[in-house]
């Protein structure tokens, strides 16, 4: 659905209402539109914040409008949020180390990525301008979580310019305890340790790390 991909962002802090226009929290219009009998309404806002009311499908119009798989992958993040992030001790190409100890009181941003990933190239340029745009902010780390070893990704870099932290060989951290299901996903982790946001694009990101102190 175009109108989707155009003007509904699910990783926003949006306000929703409901079809009969009360206000709900953000989880439960996910679960409403998980029955696959609401799509959101994006509403024309005069203060700046995001407002979607859900409208409720005719039995005719629900086998044209299914936004269920979009919806299911944004709950999916939303309910990781408030987690701590898995147990890590990460060495990137360069020999740094980042481990609880040494990022607590800094945010992360996590990008998951494998060497084959066409999303993941086409999201690359913008990602190198996020990282540029945030340079002064030392209390800021931009790190890859790469899939492949480094035999892989090294000979890759030197065709492909990423100005962030490279960690190779994390498949498995990626697939077991992040439990990632689509490339790229980029975790915003808190100052504390603790996710504050699981996204699927660098302006996303921007979004989030405009939000955190």
Not at 38 to 64: C, F, H, M, V, W
Not at 84 to 89: D, I, Q, R, S, V
Not at 134 to 162: C, E, H, Q, W
Not at 173 to 185: D, I, Q, R
């Given at each position: 659905?175009?109108?989707?991909g ?5 990783y ?63 709950y ?10 898995p ?7 360069m ?6 100890a ?33 340079k ?9 979580l790469?899939n ?16 962030y ?16 299901l ?28 405009k939000?955190?102190?």
């Amino acid at each position: 659905m175009y109108y989707l991909g155009d003007y509904v962002n699910f990783y926003e802090d949006y306000i929703a209402y409901d079809d009969h226009s009360n206000i709900i929290s953000k989880e439960r219009s996910y679960q409403l539109m998980l029955t696959k009998k609401y799509i959101p309404l994006r509403l024309i806002s005069t203060d700046g914040n995001p407002y979607y009311q859900l409208y409720r499908l005719s039995p005719a119009q629900e086998k044209n409008y299914n936004v269920a798989g979009w919806v299911a992958e944004a709950y999916d993040s939303f309910k990781r949020e408030g987690k701590k992030l898995p147990a890590y001790n990460f060495t990137d190409l360069m020999g740094n180390v980042y481990n609880p100890a040494n990022t607590r009181g800094k945010i992360m941003v996590l990008k998951t990525w494998f060497v084959a990933c066409s999303t993941c190239e086409t999201q690359r340029p913008a990602f190198n301008q996020l990282v540029k745009q945030y340079k002064n902010r030392k209390d800021i780390l931009f790190v890859s979580l790469v899939n492949d070893s480094a035999t892989k990704v090294v000979p890759f870099l030197k065709t492909k310019k990423m100005d962030y932290m490279v960690v190779p060989g994390q498949e498995d951290y990626n697939s077991k305890k992040l439990n990632v299901l689509g490339y790229p996903t980029y975790y915003i982790v808190n100052r504390n340790g603790v996710i504050a946001r699981v996204v699927n694009n660098p302006e996303n990101v921007d979004y989030v790390l405009k939000k955190l102190n």
